[in-house]
């Protein structure tokens, strides 16, 4: 089940921000990975637990609380403490670009 992402190249990237039900896709995969105890939201712990994976991955110190909290408030539109799917696609749909950016 969790097997390494592969890389995706700009058709693919393009297909998925223009296709509201792929964007889902990818975005609930990754959420389900992050989402470690399955509870449907993204809390403080398990967003943390993902910072400092891609932290060491690309050999930056490790996120502080404040770095965290900072995070959570971008993502959590509605203020309830915690990331829900549809806003964590937000965040997916912003890295995309990014990728697509950088890959043009």
Do not use: C, H, W
Not at 18 to 36: G, M, P, R, S, Y
Not at 80 to 97: T, Y
């Amino acid at each position: 089940k969790n097997q390494p992402p592969k890389l995706i190249n700009m058709s693919e990237i393009d297909a998925i921000l223009n296709d509201d039900a792929k964007l889902t896709e990818v975005a609930k995969a990754a959420f389900d990975a992050v989402d470690t105890d399955g509870s449907g939201y993204i809390e403080d712990k398990e967003l943390k637990q993902v910072m400092e994976t891609v932290a060491k991955d690309i050999g930056i110190g490790s996120p502080s609380d404040d770095d965290v909290k900072e995070v959570l408030k971008e993502l959590d539109a509605n203020n309830d403490g915690k990331i829900s799917l549809d806003e964590f696609k937000v965040l997916i749909r912003q890295v995309l670009e990014v990728m697509k950016s950088q890959a043009a």
